[in-house]
């Protein structure tokens, strides 16, 4: 499960296997916006493919490891800090680029915007087809 954020600082992935280049980093925490913490093991990058107006596209994340947290999370303010915009608007978050072209899409799940990527799998196929880099 991938969550869009507006609380995250970083782009938080919570397994190994996500990151396609890992950095071990001294083991630091994180504090979550209850008052819990989480341990932070590494740096990285993370690439996700999914489909959006019918074309599979890849998108590309700088982002942290963290085991303790149960969902992967897309952080809105990093995305921001990239030149992103994001509209929100009846059970959708609509991701715009720099330039003001959609690249991605979030549909409202239980009172969470969730980006549905694709299995790795599929991921390994789609990976020359299409790359984007928010």
Do not use: Q
């Not at 990285?44 to 303790?68: C, L, Q, Y």
């Not at 979030?106 to 984007?132: I, K, Q």
């Amino acid at each position: 499960i991938v969550v869009v954020d507006s609380g995250a600082t970083e782009h938080c992935f919570w397994r190994r296997e996500d990151f396609a280049e890992y950095h071990p980093v001294e083991s630091r925490e994180g504090n979550a916006a209850e008052g819990s913490k989480f341990r932070i093991l590494a740096t990285g990058t993370v690439r996700k493919t999914f489909t959006f107006n019918g074309r599979a596209k890849e998108i590309t994340f700088s982002a942290i490891h963290t085991p303790d947290i149960t969902a992967n999370l897309i952080s809105i303010s990093k995305l921001d800090e990239k030149g992103c915009a994001v509209e929100f608007a009846k059970g959708k978050a609509l991701f715009k680029d720099k330039d003001g072209i959609p690249f991605m899409e979030a549909s409202l799940v239980n009172g969470m915007y969730r980006v549905d990527f694709e299995s790795a799998g599929v991921t390994a196929a789609w990976t020359a087809r299409s790359r984007d880099s928010p």
